[in-house]
């Protein structure tokens, strides 16, 4: 009895890419890596800034309250509003406004606005208040 033998052929394998290992993913993804890792240290360093600013804001708000006599409700300050603008050299800084309220006698709640240019407090403002002497 005779067989009949089957001969199989390997399939071709498929063309490799230059440089590419066999089984790898794309190339592709891996351009994204030092862009989400930029991107992880600009987020880190903004955290840290805004919480450098917001003490700052604190620190100033704390000062005027004092100078005034009256006060600092909360011991906090609020981010109003954030923004780029050029400080005194001319370069880009981010502007943050901070919003505070105080009180003279407890009772009656008054705002304050604490506007920083990068970390240096640049203005400090607070809304006329009615102050009695004689407590």
């Known amino acids: 009895m005779s067989r009949r033998w089957k001969i199989r052929r390997a ?3 498929p063309a490799r890419r230059p440089g590419v290992a066999p089984h790898s993913a794309p ?6 890596d030092p ?3 930029l991107a992880l240290l600009a987020g880190g360093w903004y955290w840290m800034d805004s919480i450098a600013a917001r003490d700052a804001a604190l620190a100033a708000a704390l000062k005027a309250c004092q100078r005034a006599q009256v006060q600092l409700l909360d011991h906090t300050v609020a ?3 954030i923004r780029l603008m050029r400080n005194p050299s001319g370069r880009l800084s981010l ?6 309220e105080f009180a003279t006698d407890g009772w009656h709640r008054y705002r304050g606005i604490i506007a920083l240019l990068g970390r240096r407090v640049v203005e400090v403002e607070m809304e006329p208040y009615r102050f009695d002497p004689e407590e």
Do not use: A, G
Not at 27 to 32: D, E, G, K, L, P
């Open 27 to 32: 190339t592709s993804i891996y351009v994204f």
């Open 35 to 37: 862009i989400l890792l």
């Open 95 to 100: 502007c943050r406004v901070y919003t505070f």
């Open 11 to 13: 399939k071709p394998k």
């Open 79 to 81: 981010r109003e509003r």
